[in-house]
Structure formats: structure tokens, C-alpha cells
């Protein structure tokens, strides 16, 4: 929508060089573009030091869920909680107290060492005095076969980063780690120089 803005800001003010309305559209649409895009590059820096972090952890702590400020970073790999949540998502969650754990909750749990699953839980069960879960995947025709018990939940679904997963699978390798570091330096020496032409032009304009 900004985009076909924008070319109708141009071509009106090819018609009308001289309307200030226009002007004063095209630097607003302007500032608005570079802010959007100032931002998107902050949260892709942010979630690639964040993959990263996670990526270390994971490498260094063996057997155990890497957790940054209480968050569990993770990719999803299958597509059993289709359409909420897709193969190449990434996923946020957050350790919650099983005892205020609820019906519809999505969690992630600990299958076994390798194997962490995210369902929704479906019952709650009373066993021997213990809360178990009885978790689906909302794609899935039958419940998953085993309860799930308080220890072995990881946490539950905070958000999902759509396709974010792909990027954190790519950090995961150290061609990966190099090409965004690069990227980011690009992105980092284009805007740079972008700022020292801009200045440039100014301090002509004004001589």
C-alpha cells in the first residue's frame, strides 16, 4: 500500500512540482519507509543475536532447552499444529507453573532427550494425586498416545515468529553464521554511506 502511494505521490507531483501538499506527502511517506525499515533490520540483528545465543547454549548444555530471560527459543519441524503453526515457524515459550496450566493451552514438552513436542493440551487427568496432560496436535486425528507429567513440561507457547525457524536453522551452520554476519555489515556500510552522501548534498545545496 505505501509502495503504490509513494509512485502516486510522483506522478502527481510531475503534474504539480510546485504543490506543497505533495512535498510535504512525499517526506512523510519518506521518514515512514526508512523508520520501517530501521526497525525490521533491529529485530532481524535482534533475533539473529538471539538464535545465536540459543544456538551456543544448546551446544553447551547438552541434553537441556536453552532459555534466554525465561524464553525458550525453538524451530518447529513437523506440521501437526497446522494452521496455528506451520513447519519453519519459530517459537517463543515460556516456562508457566504446570499446577495454572489449562484446556487450549499450547505447551511444549519433553518427549524424551532428543525429542521436544508442542501440543494442545485437551484434558487434564488426576492420577495418584498428579496433574497429567492429555495433549493433540490441533492437526492430528487422535490424542497424542502417552500422558504428559509436570516434569516434563517445558513451558507454554508465548508466540510464533512465522518462518523465522528457516533463519535460525541457517545459524545453525557456520556458512550461515557467515553470510548474515556479512549481511548485516552491508546493510550496516550501505546505510553509513547512504548518511555521508546525504550530508554532502546538503552542505552543497547550502553553499
Not at 11 to 28: A, D, G, I, V
Not at 96 to 122: A, F, G, W
Not at 143 to 149: G, K, L, T
Request: proline fraction near 4%.
Amino acid at each position: 500500500m505505501n509502495t503504490l502511494w509513494y509512485i502516486q505521490i510522483v506522478l502527481l507531483k510531475e503534474q504539480n512540482p510546485r504543490c506543497p501538499f505533495l512535498k510535504r506527502s512525499e517526506n512523510m511517506l519518506k521518514k515512514t519507509l526508512r523508520w520501517s525499515g530501521n526497525v525490521l533490520f533491529a529485530l532481524f540483528v535482534l533475533l539473529s543475536v538471539l538464535v545465536l545465543v540459543s544456538t551456543f547454549q544448546s551446544k553447551n548444555q547438552i541434553g537441556q532447552v536453552p532459555s534466554i530471560l525465561g524464553f525458550k527459543i525453538m524451530t518447529v519441524m513437523t506440521g501437526s499444529m497446522e494452521p496455528e503453526i506451520h513447519p519453519g515457524d519459530m517459537i517463543i515459550v515460556k516456562g508457566k507453573d504446570p499446577s495454572k496450566l489449562q484446556v487450549e493451552d499450547v505447551i511444549t514438552y519433553q518427549m524424551n532427550q532428543q525429542t521436544l513436542v508442542t501440543h494442545r493440551i485437551v484434558d487434564l487427568v488426576k492420577k495418584d494425586g498428579e496433574t497429567l496432560y492429555q495433549t493433540k496436535g490441533d492437526a492430528n486425528n487422535v490424542v497424542d498416545h502417552n500422558f504428559v507429567s509436570s516434569d516434563q513440561i517445558v513451558g507454554v507457547l508465548a508466540f510464533t515468529i512465522p518462518k523465522a525457524g528457516h533463519l535460525a536453522q541457517i545459524l545453525q551452520t557456520p556458512t550461515g553464521i557467515i553470510i548474515i554476519s556479512l549481511l548485516i555489515l552491508l546493510i550496516i556500510t550501505l546505510g553509513m554511506i547512504k548518511k555521508m552522501l546525504t550530508a554532502q548534498r546538503e552542505e552543497t545545496s547550502h553553499t
